[in-house]
Nanobody
């Protein structure tokens, strides 16, 4: 499985960005994580393959929305009301198992995409 994330960039606080992650091969439960300099990789959001169930970290709940287009095998992360503390490299990941919130539960990772939020 190959994952290709895109859509990062520089945005002012309060702005929006939409990240995309296209997956090759079959579909899996998908997640987004982020990692800021000097910090551990942090769970952001996840979505199941069947049913479209979603789960968010408390830090992004109400501001970010994860969704997927199974026909395109693509998952999206709509990020609104961005804050400077959202600045990080964002990674998409795929799990052969169920929707998960820890990096160890994901089997495939894409290259990250940088999101920078200026104050």
């Amino acid at each position: 499985v190959q994952l290709q994330a895109s859509g990062g960039g520089l945005v002012q606080a309060g702005g929006s960005l939409r990240l995309s992650c296209a997956a090759s091969g079959r579909s899996y439960a998908m997640g987004w994580f982020r990692q800021a300099p000097g910090k551990e990789r942090e769970f952001v959001a996840a979505i199941s393959w069947v049913g479209g169930n979603t789960y968010y970290s408390d830090s992004v709940k109400g501001r970010f929305t994860i969704s997927r287009d199974n026909a395109k095998n693509t998952v999206y992360l709509q990020m609104n009301s961005l804050k400077p503390e959202d600045t990080a490299v964002y990674y998409c990941a795929a799990s052969r198992g169920v929707m998960a919130t820890t990096p160890d539960e994901y089997d495939y990772w894409g290259r990250g995409t940088q999101v920078t939020v200026s104050s």
